[in-house]
């Protein structure tokens, strides 16, 4: 399968993530197109800046056990957040548990799909 192919599968993955958590998750609001384009900015996010923040973390990250990670996470999608209108996030503790809901979603459902 080509990489596009597989790019696109973890769009959706990450789409279907982000609105389950908004559904679950008070004070995580998004809309159709919200949903859609920060999916897109999320993965770019976290493509891009969450390397090398978790480098730049790393002994964070050593002393917390990982733990440290789901801040990081947290800290990507309030950045998506803040960059896509229809895509809001009230408060730092609710990014850091939606990213958490994310990071489990996307994890039980990638076992499920190929890349």
Not at 56 to 67: D, H, R, S
Request: hydrophobic letters at 65%; glycine letters at 10%; one cysteine or more.
């Amino acid at each position: 399968m080509n990489i596009l192919a597989g790019w696109q599968k973890r769009w959706i993955l990450n789409f279907c993530a982000i609105i389950f958590a908004a559904y679950i998750i008070r004070g995580f609001e998004v809309t159709l197109p919200g949903a859609i384009f920060g999916s897109l900015i999320f993965g770019i996010i976290n493509a891009v800046i969450r390397p090398i923040a978790v480098m730049v973390t790393l002994p964070i990250n050593i002393m917390t056990l990982g733990l440290f990670t789901l801040v990081i996470n947290g800290l990507m999608l309030w950045l998506a957040g803040a960059a896509i209108k229809g895509f809001d996030i009230h408060g730092f503790g609710t990014a850091i548990i939606s990213a958490l809901v994310i990071s489990i979603f996307s994890f039980i459902f990638s076992s499920f799909v190929k890349d």
